[in-house]
């Protein structure tokens, strides 16, 4: 389970603009979905959102089945504050991403951070099997983690590190996947730290 009170605590005490994982344009998100060529006629699902600009972002370049999904609802409030009538246009939804049920499919899953949290076993099984449940046929996950020489623990929590091809393996490998592209991020928090990320751009490999 994922722990609401610890993230609503997070963005209470902290804001928007304090979190270490805080950023004005999410380049690198956006630089993948080019990359790998999500138009914006594709759906699309940011899981762990929170307060990001990701939903803003694809808003305008026109997006129109934008889905975010937090366990915070204090971090979700503040995007929709900050989007104003522009919020009406995105579906927000508040839960514990472990438990929750899509009740429809997506063509793009986007995940900056979540993964990397979810160090029990039992806890990577019910991802990864909620993945293949939310994801298009032919779908693309874009998800982005603490590289191996990244940052051990985040706002208080111990997280996993990965390296491209060990984060390729943790989501099932070569059998599940086609990897259409691999990036890697230098991100500086807001008290200046550095934090590196490892990124991949997947597609959902065809059942023989």
């Known amino acids: 389970m994922i722990d609401a009170e610890h993230w609503d605590t997070v963005y209470t005490d902290r804001g928007e603009r304090g979190v270490s994982w805080f950023t004005e344009t999410p380049a690198l998100s956006l630089a993948l979905l080019d990359a790998i060529h999500v138009g ?4 699309l699902i940011d899981v762990g959102a929170g307060a990001s600009r ?9 997006h129109t089945d934008v889905t975010a999904l937090d366990v915070s609802e204090q971090g979700l409030a503040v995007a929709r504050k900050r989007l104003g009538a522009a919020a009406e246009r995105v579906h927000w939804v508040v839960s514990d991403l472990l438990v929750w049920r899509p009740g429809r499919t997506f063509d793009v899953w986007h995940d900056r951070a979540v993964f990397h949290f979810l160090r029990d076993p039992d806890a990577r099984a019910r991802y990864l099997a909620l993945l293949d449940s939310a994801l298009q046929d032919d779908g693309v996950a874009v998800i982005g983690t603490f590289a191996e020489d990244g940052p051990t623990a985040c706002s208080g929590l111990p997280t996993a590190r990965y390296s491209p091809d060990e984060l390729l393996d943790a989501l099932g490998g070569t059998s599940r996947w086609v990897e259409l592209a691999r990036r890697r991020e230098h ?21 023989p």
């Not at 914006?40 to 759906?43: A, D, F």
């Not at 990701?54 to 026109?62: P, W, Y």
């Open 187 to 207: 991100h500086t928090t807001p008290s200046g730290a550095d934090q590196s990320f490892n990124w991949l751009a997947l597609q959902r490999r065809s059942a």
């Open 40 to 43: 914006p006629e594709r759906s």
């Open 54 to 62: 990701l939903v803003d972002a694809v808003l305008a370049r026109g």
